[in-house]
């Protein structure tokens, strides 16, 4: 303890001195060059002292942190000349640098460690696998400054051998730069013109250090690439240029993209064409509701009007319409159409044997890219005795004929939320669990409130606070026991649809053989690129993540295949600047951008306008007046940085507030755009209006007040 004391008191008085006397002063520019010609006559009469005087300052200066490296860089050219500017500035700058990274260690990697060291976790094992990788790009693309590296790299696991010796390595090419434009910058004397300053050396040395990010940027790609193939036999020839494995919304998208721009391309499948989205997700939930909804408006059929006789919900049919959705969309998906398209089509489980072949029913088939588009699966929390429940997901419940009597729901999430309001339409006794405080937790919590009284008045009984502790089953009726405030309650239940979250399907993919790891939430690991540590191996859909959204999927797959087909020479990073959502229940929610809660969390400050859907003429009309508008903008200004409708109709509403944002259209460009009365969408011509009321031009409107009395006389 004495011993790290000491060293604190002597780091803090030298960098003290360093700025109490100006010290500074002596490394900069405009001293060297007054200075240059005794220190250049120094060096000839004894060349070893004044290295070593170079050295010793070179090191306090990178060992505590100072400004004045890329100076004494520079100098190092000036004074020394290339090859030995070269080599005593290398071995100054790593071992200096190394001083700096002992340092931090020894004074703040325990501090560290033990404050953030659950957080620090997975950036610990990224170290200790690939430290010298990322500390090796680092150096040569020059992307944080000298001395942060130091100090950052000092707090993580990494050794100080690897860290000294990937510094020399990873510093020569910057430092080989920086001290050829000294040596030019020393060659520099009173000149009359410009032309004599600015001389081709001088050019090319600013040139050189105005591309060495770009150079070094693509030499790390290029050696981390060779890196990630090594071991790896490339073929001479290819079979096809792109494998896409599934062929759900991702898959499908990329197929036609890739035919479309005369690519051969091997899709394959190991299910149904179409995906989770035609055949147990979006299709068939979306026919549900519509049926739900019907039998809810004959509920409400009094409030227009009209009086019904005795009905009952005939649930078979319901279910065949559901069948029959499906199979009228089937076409657009099937093997048949893609196959004219120039697709090749193949059904089986596709799986990665190495960064260029994928075997599907014992073929083997080359390719120079692949994607892995396989999607996700419902995920099943490990509740005990959840596994003794014959429970539904999203994948099972459509092979459902009878209606539930009673139906619990887990999770209060879009899906969950869909299929408990349907169900309740449809006759059956309802009952929601979520461990949480409220549904829709990624919602504002006044639109889920919204939401979650719409349920309530429904019928759904909505219990949220009430985690899932295990599941009893016997002869009369099973039941989860779930834990509120401390007490145990007991659910009955005839039938469980378990709706608490999806994750990415990868299980036999054979991505751990080839070194691809995955996140927490077991999407895969991509870049901006959506690509894998394997060069020519992408990712889109809900298998990458981070919006598991059918019209995500579409978005990624562009990116995806236009980087795996042409990534050689140029690729696109996906932009997620403007991503909308939609909630499908009764009022829908639909939301793009940010919302209240997402601002609050990161920070963002933001005005917000609201708009009751009650002032619509048309929702009035219609006796659709619950929910409404609110839209964030920057203080001040028309610029939309999100925006929530919740309401009837909402998932189509949102579509004019997405073209908005995608093209940088503000609130004034909404106000000023023509709106078909009598229609819902004028609540967003609406919303515009409110905010320019709110930020209208006060002390400009009291001259035009004044304007206008004079006009009167």
Not at 152 to 180: A, C, D, E
Not at 476 to 501: C, K, L, S, T, Y
Not at 696 to 707: M, S
Request: charged share 20%; net charge neutral; aromatic share 8%.
């Amino acid at each position: 303890m004495k011993t790290r004391i000491w060293v604190i008191l002597v780091v803090i008085t030298a960098i003290a001195c360093f700025f109490v006397f100006d010290l500074g002063q002596y490394i900069s520019l405009d001293h060297l060059s007054q200075q240059k010609q005794s220190i250049q006559s120094a060096y000839q009469r004894n060349p070893l002292l004044v290295i070593g005087a170079y050295f010793a300052i070179y090191l306090a200066v990178a060992g505590l942190s100072l400004p004045g490296a890329a100076i004494l860089t520079l100098a190092g050219g000036a004074i020394f000349g290339l090859l030995v500017g070269v080599i005593v500035v290398s071995f100054a700058s790593s071992i200096g640098a190394t001083i700096a990274f002992w340092v931090s260690r020894y004074l703040l990697r325990d501090w560290v460690q033990g404050r953030y060291g659950r957080q620090l976790t997975a950036v610990n094992e990224g170290i200790k696998k690939e430290g010298g990788l990322y500390l090796f790009m680092i150096r040569m693309v020059l992307i944080f400054p000298f001395f942060v590296v130091n100090l950052v790299m000092g707090v993580t696991p990494i050794k100080t051998l690897r860290f000294y010796l990937t510094s020399q390595i990873g510093m020569l090419m910057g430092t080989i730069v920086y001290v050829y434009a000294g040596t030019q910058l020393a060659n520099i004397e009173l000149a009359e013109s410009a032309g004599d300053i600015l001389t081709p050396g001088l050019l090319s040395a600013f040139a050189l250090v105005g591309i060495l990010p770009l150079v070094a940027k693509k030499l790390v790609t290029n050696l981390t690439q060779r890196r990630r193939l090594k071991g790896y036999k490339k073929p001479r020839h290819f079979d096809t240029n792109l494998v896409v494995i599934g062929a759900g919304s991702a898959g499908l998208v990329a197929a036609i993209i890739a035919s479309t721009v005369k690519a051969k391309i091997t899709l394959i499948e190991k299910s149904r064409m179409g995906g989770d989205c035609l055949n147990t997700g979006c299709i068939p939930s979306k026919t549900l509701i519509r049926s739900a909804k019907i039998n809810a408006y004959i509920d409400r059929a009094q409030e227009f009007g009209i009086q019904v006789e005795a009905r009952r919900v005939d649930f078979s049919a319901v279910m065949k319409r559901v069948q029959n959705a499906i199979k009228t969309i089937e076409p657009h998906d099937s093997i048949e159409r893609y196959t004219e398209l120039g697709v090749d089509c193949v059904s089986g489980q596709g799986k990665v044997i190495d960064p260029w072949s994928v075997e599907v029913n014992g073929r083997v088939i080359t390719t120079r890219g692949i994607i892995l588009a396989t999607g996700a699966t419902p995920f099943v929390p490990p509740i005990p005795g959840l596994d003794q429940v014959e429970f539904l997901t999203s994948d099972n419940v459509w092979s459902l004929m009878e209606l539930p009597g009673k139906l619990l729901v887990l999770g209060g999430g879009p899906i969950g939320c869909e299929m408990a309001q349907s169900f309740s339409r449809l006759g059956s006794t309802v009952t929601l669990v979520d461990m949480v405080d409220r549904i829709l937790p990624r919602e504002d919590a006044d639109v889920a409130a919204i939401v979650q009284d719409q349920l309530a008045r429904e019928g759904v009984d909505v219990l949220v606070g009430h985690k899932a502790v295990r599941f009893e089953s016997s002869r009369e009726q099973p039941r989860m026991i779930a834990e509120h405030n401390g007490e145990e309650i007991a659910i009955a239940f005839d039938e469980v649809f378990v709706a608490v979250g999806r994750r990415a399907d990868t299980e036999a993919l054979g991505l751990d053989s080839l070194g691809i790891g995955t996140n927490p939430d077991g999407t895969i690991e991509l870049n901006e690129f959506l690509q894998t540590v394997i060069p020519g191996i992408y990712a889109c859909g809900d298998v990458a993540g981070p919006y598991q959204f059918t019209h995500m999927a579409s978005h990624q797959a562009w990116y995806a295949t236009v980087n795996a087909l042409f990534g050689r020479i140029w690729k696109f990073r996906a932009d997620y600047s403007v991503v909308p959502w939609a909630t499908y229940t009764d009022p829908e929610v639909a939301t793009v951008g940010l919302n209240e809660s997402t601002a609050a969390e990161q920070g963002i400050d933001c005005e917000v306008t609201r708009f009751e859907l009650s002032g619509v003429d048309r929702a009035v009309a219609d006796g659709e007046t619950q929910g409404f508008i609110k839209v964030l903008t920057v203080p001040g200004k028309d610029e939309i940085l999100g925006a929530t409708i919740v309401g009837y109709h909402a998932s189509e509403l949102i579509g004019e507030y997405v073209t908005a944002m995608t093209h940088g259209l503000g609130l004034n460009k909404i106000l000023g755009t023509i709106h078909i009365y009598p229609t819902l969408g004028e609540i967003n011509k609406f919303a515009a209006s409110s905010w320019k009321k709110a930020n209208a031009p006060e002390k400009l409107l009291e001259y035009v007040a004044r304007f206008h009395r004079w006009g009167r006389g």
